[in-house]
């Protein structure tokens, strides 16, 4: 007669711990992975709401001393460009292209009425005051994208 070799419990028993350990394991990096990328998602919330926050500050500067400021708004521009690449989803992404925008148009108006009042020849008085009226314009764009979004309507 021959006897069969039954596995020992023994054995049994530490795979159960081995899987056991392995999903411990694993959920705790999880956790982490999870735990981080909340906290990048925070992190750059606080960095878009700064960066909206010197948009609008930086908005007066344009109205009071024009072109001058152009340097600081191209500046106010490639951070939002930055921010839009780090963004941490989608929703947040779109976010910061709603910023972008109004000011890579902004530095755009500002640099060319610089040009126009550094250009020879001298501008004309209808020259600088359509130049000027676009930077309104722009301005008035920026403003609008720093509005925080309404809610929409009421649920009837």
Known sequence: STVEDEPSTSSRAWGWIA?????????LVGLLLWRRQRAHAASWSTQLTD???????????????????TGQIQ???AEARSLEAQAPDDSSRADATRLL????????????????????????AEQLSYSTA???????ALQAALQPPSPGPPPV
């Open 51 to 69: 960066l909206s926050r010197r948009s609008l500050v930086a908005l007066d500067a344009v109205l009071s001393e024009g072109s001058v400021v």
């Open 19 to 27: 899987l056991a350990v392995g999903l411990a394991v694993a959920s």
């Open 134 to 140: 676009v930077i309104h314009q722009h301005v008035e």
């Open 75 to 77: 500046a106010l521009a």
């Open 101 to 124: 925008g109004p000011l890579d148009e902004l530095a755009g108006a500002l640099e060319t009425d610089r040009a126009l009042r550094l250009g020879s020849p001298p501008p004309s």
